[in-house]
């Protein structure tokens, strides 16, 4: 009979051990896809192109335009003249507060290459 209390215990606690990574409580149903917990597990990008454009201008939080700067700087779309005229305009300290904003932004352009935004 201890065996088989034994036994439930631990079917108990792998049961709800499997349940807690998986979003239990959740009210979005998307968590519980398997391609959501793959691309978790991986660390895929679950932000779109238009939500890291979106990101880059966001005036509250400095971190998430470091954030969306480093991901558009990734993209070959993103190392052209519309971004690059907003990258080159994060590198002013009148304009962007934030050091780590100016040097990512910093970054992308020399990432572009190009020579209209070389110092």
Do not use: H
């Not at 807690?20 to 391609?35: E, N, Q």
């Not at 660390?43 to 971190?63: H, I, K, L, R, Y």
């Not at 993103?78 to 994060?90: E, I, T, V």
């Not at 300290?93 to 020579?115: F, I, T, Y």
């Amino acid at each position: 009979m201890k065996r088989a209390n034994f036994t439930n215990l631990l079917l108990l606690l792998a049961l709800g051990a499997s349940a807690w990574p998986v979003g239990c409580g959740s009210k979005d149903k998307s968590v519980y896809t398997l391609d959501y917990q793959v691309k978790k597990m991986f660390g895929a990008e679950s932000v779109t192109p238009a939500q890291q454009a979106a990101m880059a201008f966001d005036a509250n939080d400095p971190d998430i335009r470091r954030t969306a700067i480093e991901l558009l700087s990734r993209k070959k779309w993103a190392l052209r003249d519309p971004y690059l005229k907003r990258f080159a305009q994060l590198t002013k300290p009148g304009l962007e507060k934030d050091p780590s904003v100016r040097a990512v932004a910093v970054r992308a352009l020399g990432k572009a290459r190009n020579r209209k935004y070389m110092p």
